[in-house]
């Protein structure tokens, strides 16, 4: 049944997006072996296996199909970490895909260095409108030396999504989400002391955050340093510099005070992503007040009963950041794939509109084209039941993101495991600041061969 309503869904969308004539029209363009009659099978794998989510790209295969009739889909998909390590031995096999999915940075890069991803780069030059459809941040993490490797499929972003009702009750006031109206980090903790709750006993029965010390690759940590003005790498991204700067201990030492000194946050090592105790398991059961978290967050949370809100995270003071750091995904083709051409209009309509649109009602995704944060177009993707009202003030900071440093790094794996390693000995084991911040930035020297 969710499959059936899903399709129509998109089929209404493909209407939609026509009419509204964005970018290229993928839907009416045919291939050379359309022309001839070749029958084409092209094979997609992707990473999305939840259930939620699963279903779009076989009912986008089937949409794609029905208007390429040579063409046949077949669509595999495996969750994380297998996903990235099947990857790998799919590109050197004889069942390679033609099209697969690909995160942001140095994942990308080593497909590009490999010659395993097709450059587009003639694509998008031919087709400059189509280009320049997409927000910034969304197509440049796929940009490697000369090159462009792969089609952008959607972005996300850290906020907060917090319990209305819970703030209410406390007194506190909603969370800003303007950009020059966000609370300070000293205004956050003050409103954080008043939403959590001790019993007699001693027990913290409400905390009022939550998901703070998520590791480096996660971005927190990362969109922090940026709101303080604190920059850990040089121009090129070839070397760490300045890590252990004032900047940098104030964000650090802020994130475990929330936990240790002020007792708002819980024990993340409690709140484990594996256990029913999850960070937004204890947001949906009323644990926790407010949390730190990717705007993907909604689809789940946006079926509980939960009165959410969401907002931008708070500032130290010092920034002159004025838009959200984002992930993107994007689809790579096959370099040795005997059917690039029908790769890439499958690829084109994975990043249309008409794909698009039913995802982004859901919340899962955020819209990566130009077009959809504009006024006239935003109804075609708010869900009023997923996105709160006070959502569209967030609009200007999504067109205007900007992607994470990290993509820009070789070795980003080692380089995140480094971080987290003597994050953990600074949140766990009693390490002072400026010796975790010159470790981090001892080591990622060592990686980069520095």
């Given at each position: 049944m969710k499959r059936k309503v899903i399709s129509t869904v998109i089929a209404a969308c493909m209407v939609v997006g026509t009419m509204a004539s964005f970018g290229t029209s993928v839907n009416?363009?045919?291939?050379?072996?359309?022309?001839?009659?070749?029958?084409?099978?092209?094979?997609?794998?992707?990473?999305?296996?939840?259930?939620?989510?699963?279903?779009?790209?076989?009912?986008?295969?089937e949409e794609f199909e029905s208007t390429h009739p040579n063409v046949d889909i077949v669509v595999e998909n495996v969750g994380d970490p297998d996903y990235k390590s099947k990857l790998k031995v799919m590109l050197g096999a004889d069942d390679a895909p033609?099209?697969?999915?690909?995160?942001?940075?140095?994942?990308?890069?080593?497909?590009?260095?490999?010659?395993?991803?097709?450059?587009?780069?003639?694509?998008?030059?031919?087709?400059?409108?189509?280009?320049?459809s997409f927000i910034q941040a969304a197509l440049e993490p796929f940009q490697y030396e000369e090159g462009i490797y792969g089609v952008p499929v959607r972005v996300d972003a850290k906020l907060m999504i917090y319990n209305k009702d819970l703030f209410e009750e406390a007194g506190v006031e909603p969370m800003p989400t303007e950009w020059d109206k966000r609370w300070t980090w000293?205004?956050?903790?003050?409103?954080?002391?008043?939403?959590?709750?001790?019993?007699?006993?001693?027990?913290?029965?409400?905390?009022?955050t939550c998901n703070w010390q998520e590791q480096y690759s996660l971005y927190v940590l990362q969109e922090l340093l940026d709101l303080n003005g604190a920059?850990?790498?040089?121009?090129?991204?070839t070397a760490a510099e300045n890590v252990d700067s004032e900047e940098s201990k104030?964000?650090?030492?802020?994130?475990?005070?929330?936990?240790?000194?002020?007792?708002?946050?819980?024990?993340?090592t409690a709140a484990?992503?594996?256990?029913?105790?999850?960070?937004?398991?204890?947001?949906?059961?009323?644990?926790?007040?407010?949390?730190?978290?990717?705007?993907?967050?909604?689809?789940?949370?946006?079926?509980?009963?939960?009165?959410?809100?969401?907002?931008l995270f708070p500032t130290f003071g010092k920034d002159d950041a004025d838009a959200f750091m984002v992930s993107s995904d994007m689809k790579c083709i096959n370099s040795e794939t005997e059917h690039s051409e029908e790769a890439l209009l499958l690829a084109e309509y994975m990043s249309s509109q008409d794909f698009g649109i039913p995802i982004y009602q859901t919340g899962l995704w955020m819209p990566n084209q130009k077009a959809l944060y504009e006024d006239e177009n935003i109804s075609l993707w708010f869900n009023e039941d997923v996105y709160p009202e006070e959502w569209k003030n967030l609009?200007?900071?999504?067109?205007?993101?900007?992607?994470?440093?990290t993509d820009k790094l070789s070795n980003v794996n080692s380089i995140n495991d480094a971080v987290d390693e003597q994050m953990q000995a600074f949140y766990y084991a009693d390490q002072d600041a400026d010796t975790t911040l010159q470790n981090i930035e001892n080591n990622i020297n060592s990686i980069l061969g520095k």
């Amino acid at each position: 049944m969710k499959r059936k309503v899903i399709s129509t869904v998109i089929a209404a969308c493909m209407v939609v997006g026509t009419m509204a004539s964005f970018g290229t029209s993928v839907n009416a363009a045919t291939s050379k072996s359309e022309d001839s009659g070749e029958k084409v099978t092209l094979k997609l794998f992707h990473n999305w296996i939840n259930v939620d989510e699963a279903p779009y790209f076989e009912d986008i295969a089937e949409e794609f199909e029905s208007t390429h009739p040579n063409v046949d889909i077949v669509v595999e998909n495996v969750g994380d970490p297998d996903y990235k390590s099947k990857l790998k031995v799919m590109l050197g096999a004889d069942d390679a895909p033609d099209i697969f999915f690909s995160w942001s940075g140095e994942f990308a890069y080593k497909f590009a260095r490999a010659g395993s991803a097709l450059d587009l780069t003639e694509y998008y030059e031919e087709d400059s409108e189509w280009k320049d459809s997409f927000i910034q941040a969304a197509l440049e993490p796929f940009q490697y030396e000369e090159g462009i490797y792969g089609v952008p499929v959607r972005v996300d972003a850290k906020l907060m999504i917090y319990n209305k009702d819970l703030f209410e009750e406390a007194g506190v006031e909603p969370m800003p989400t303007e950009w020059d109206k966000r609370w300070t980090w000293d205004e956050f903790v003050e409103n954080m002391k008043k939403l959590t709750k001790v019993s007699d006993d001693g027990t913290t029965t409400q905390y009022g955050t939550c998901n703070w010390q998520e590791q480096y690759s996660l971005y927190v940590l990362q969109e922090l340093l940026d709101l303080n003005g604190a920059n850990w790498y040089n121009e090129d991204m070839t070397a760490a510099e300045n890590v252990d700067s004032e900047e940098s201990k104030e964000v650090i030492e802020g994130i475990k005070a929330l936990r240790t000194e002020y007792g708002v946050a819980p024990d993340p090592t409690a709140a484990g992503s594996d256990t029913s105790n999850s960070p937004t398991a204890m947001f949906l059961t009323g644990q926790v007040a407010s949390i730190a978290i990717g705007s993907y967050a909604l689809q789940e949370i946006s079926q509980s009963d939960i009165n959410y809100g969401v907002g931008l995270f708070p500032t130290f003071g010092k920034d002159d950041a004025d838009a959200f750091m984002v992930s993107s995904d994007m689809k790579c083709i096959n370099s040795e794939t005997e059917h690039s051409e029908e790769a890439l209009l499958l690829a084109e309509y994975m990043s249309s509109q008409d794909f698009g649109i039913p995802i982004y009602q859901t919340g899962l995704w955020m819209p990566n084209q130009k077009a959809l944060y504009e006024d006239e177009n935003i109804s075609l993707w708010f869900n009023e039941d997923v996105y709160p009202e006070e959502w569209k003030n967030l609009i200007p900071v999504f067109y205007n993101a900007k992607d994470k440093p990290t993509d820009k790094l070789s070795n980003v794996n080692s380089i995140n495991d480094a971080v987290d390693e003597q994050m953990q000995a600074f949140y766990y084991a009693d390490q002072d600041a400026d010796t975790t911040l010159q470790n981090i930035e001892n080591n990622i020297n060592s990686i980069l061969g520095k």
